[in-house]
T-cell receptor
Framework: DAGVIQSPRHEVTEMGQEVTLRCKPI?????LFWYRQTMMRGLELLIY????????DSGMPEDRFSAKMPNASFSTLKIQPSEPRDSAVYFC???????????????FGDGTRLSIL | GDSVTQMEGPVTLSEEAFLTINCTYT??????LFWYVQYPGEGLQLLLK?????DKGSNKGFEATYRKETTSFHLEKGSVQVSDSAVYFC????????????FGQGTTLQVKP
């Protein structure tokens, strides 16, 4: 089975530019999570969706960040305008939210390493 | 609020040594507990899980037991290998049924030949 697929794997861009990160969750999973990982702050949950609906976006750092999930097989995380402090590894994860939602593990993609110059 | 605390790293061991990484949690009710592992340049992978008190999760020689009385979920392995070098994250899903994961800060393990 294909796992969670993220693209691009690496992104280098100049500050002020718009950045779009993409995620394809595992088929049949109906919860999707976006995380950011840095040395200083560790793993931070940015936002998560259930059945394509944003449930909790309290981790989104500021209005420059936005996330969408137009359908069950695709999500984007957008940063506009980007700043050097946004440099991090961004992970997408998905899970099944059926019976026993708390037992089901999240499955992570390999991440997008973002560098803002 | 709910939280997870792991022992600070890095942990450096010689091959075939015994490993313990401590993890304690604060949560109401009965959370589910997980250990994830992150190899360099990769995403997190589920290593093992336990969903109720006294459950033991195990995988690839790693074990952890859900101890409600001490609110702990310590990770152990009897004989580590160089290939076990990675970052290990303890995590919980609250019993409030949100599906969210709350992670510890991660513990880096380095195994030397």
């Amino acid at each position: 089975d294909a796992g969670v697929i993220q693209s691009p794997r690496h992104e280098v861009t100049e500050m002020g530019q718009e950045v779009t990160l993409r995620c394809k969750p595992i088929s049949g999973h109906n919860s999707l999570f976006w995380y950011r990982q840095t040395m200083m702050r560790g793993l931070e949950l940015l936002i998560y969706f259930n059945n394509n609906v944003p449930i909790d976006d309290s981790g989104m750092p500021e209005d420059r960040f936005s996330a969408k999930m137009p359908n069950a097989s695709f999500s984007t995380l957008k940063i506009q305008p980007s700043e050097p402090r946004d440099s991090a590894v961004y992970f997408c994860a998905s899970k099944s939210s059926g019976t026993g939602v708390n037992y089901q593990p999240q499955h992570f993609g390999d991440g997008t390493r973002l560098s803002i110059l | 609020g709910d939280s997870v605390t792991q022992m600070e790293g890095p942990v450096t061991l010689s091959e075939e040594a015994f490993l313990t990484i401590n993890c304690t949690y604060t949560a109401t009710g009965y959370p589910s507990l997980f250990w994830y592992v992150q190899y360099p340049g990769e995403g997190l992978q589920l290593l093992l899980k336990a969903t109720k008190a006294d459950d033991k999760g195990s995988n690839k020689g790693f074990e952890a037991t859900y101890r409600k009385e001490t609110t702990s979920f310590h990770l152990e392995k009897g004989s580590v290998q160089v290939s076990d070098s990675a970052v290990y994250f303890c995590a919980l899903t609250p019993s409030s049924n949100t599906g969210k994961l709350i992670f510890g800060q991660g513990t880096t393990l380095q195994v030397k030949p």
